[in-house]
């Protein structure tokens, strides 16, 4: 199920599993009940313990507290507390960004805050995409666009029959051009929309703050692929509230395309005409901020400098979503204190030496292990 910017998606039609309880009967057919707090006796629910005898003309002592030695035969009975159970993806790569597939349980380690943490199961991710597609859309920026606007047809045509994408852009605001949909050529008729720019501001923060809130309803697992210049012109938020709320968003990853290093390369050739509005330092914190929205939510941010490199990036995302790990895990501290958590994500060898990878000529090469920077131990974390 996707959630896209402008609309309120409904949930993806799921097989519902009836999650009625059954009430325990007894012999007769009838629900069985708790037995009176002074019942006793040879075989009644108290086991062998029964209630003693009155003396005749005495009164009857005050019970004795429980101690672990009187309750000794009676059934164990314990509090059970429920921590939060945190779903970490990952994904390993060689510097080159080929997947390394093969990995077990026992090539992770991960920490929180710090401190080690014991990994309670283990999957390689293999569920259908569930994404939006976000693009700037404004006249200032528009000439930058229009490679990248192509090359997502490519990203488009990687869909499998399972997955699930919606597009939208922004300038001003948000608009929401498909709603979720499994048909690539309703996508391809909303990018064909994409055609004159009617504004030229580029709200970026206001237009991811609210594909995120719109996503929050969504379960399981979400994707953003944001093509943007990372440029935010006239938003009503500030960076910190967009900045806090990728961080308090579960179960999304953000993949940044910028168009910001082609754009800043056209500016030095003398292409002041085209519509760059915005500095060297604008461009360069947009950047960042890119970088910073991608680790948070352990996706990758993307930077070319060449039109020819849009196709190459999309075909990446896709390959990324489609290849991670999945580890789940209940923290050590398990307080919902709304703190945020840094994650580390290590991946080595099963007896703790540096992971080996050799490549088609036997070369040794490089990791690259992308999870998300951290978690807000707010509620309940899926």
């Not at 080595?348 to 040794?364: I, M, N, R, T, Y």
């Amino acid at each position: 199920m996707i959630v896209a910017v402008g609309c309120v998606y409904p949930v993806i039609p799921a097989s519902a599993q009836d999650q009625s309880q059954t009430p325990q009967t007894n012999d007769n057919g009838k629900p069985k009940q708790d037995a009176p707090a002074d019942s006793g006796g040879p075989g009644g629910d108290m086991g062998p313990y029964s209630i003693p005898k009155k003396k005749s003309e005495e009164a009857p002592p005050p019970p004795p507290p429980p101690t672990p030695k009187a309750v000794e035969g009676l059934a164990d009975y314990s509090i059970r507390v429920n921590a939060p159970l945190v779903n970490v993806d990952v994904l390993v790569t060689t510097k080159s960004g080929q997947f390394i597939p093969g990995l077990k349980q026992d090539n992770f380690r991960l920490f929180e805050d710090g401190a080690p943490q014991t990994i309670s199961s283990f999957t390689v991710s293999k569920a259908p995409i569930t994404a939006v597609l976000l693009i700037e859309f404004a006249s200032t920026t528009y000439r930058f666009m229009i490679d990248a606007l192509q090359a997502s047809y490519a990203f488009a045509n990687t869909l499998q029959k399972d997955d699930w994408v919606a597009v939208s852009y922004y300038d001003m605001q948000p608009h929401l051009l498909v709603d979720f949909t499994q048909d690539k050529k309703a996508v391809y008729g909303a990018l064909n929309q994409l055609r004159i720019p009617g504004f030229s501001e580029t709200n970026l923060f206001d237009a991811l703050y609210d594909t995120l809130d719109r996503l929050d309803r969504v379960q399981g697992k979400k994707y953003i692929i944001l093509v943007t210049t990372g440029y935010d012109s006239f938003s009503k938020l500030t960076l910190d509230k967009i900045t806090k709320k990728v961080k308090d968003t579960k179960d999304v990853t953000i993949f940044p395309i910028s168009v910001g290093q082609i754009a800043r390369l056209m500016g030095q050739a003398g292409n002041r005409s085209m519509g760059i509005h915005a500095s060297e330092m604008d461009y360069l914190q947009a950047d960042n901020t890119m970088r910073n929205f991608a680790a948070i939510t352990g996706g990758r941010a993307y930077f070319p400098r060449f039109e020819a490199e849009y196709g190459e990036e999309f075909q990446d995302i896709g390959n990324d979503i489609r290849h991670q790990y999945s580890i789940t895990y209940r923290p050590t501290n398990d307080k919902l204190d709304g703190t945020y958590r840094k994650l580390k994500v290590q991946v080595l060898a099963p007896d703790g030496s540096p992971l080996k990878v050799k490549d088609q000529k036997g070369k040794d090469q490089k990791i690259d292990v992308v999870a998300r920077d951290g978690y807000t131990a707010r509620h309940s974390v899926d």
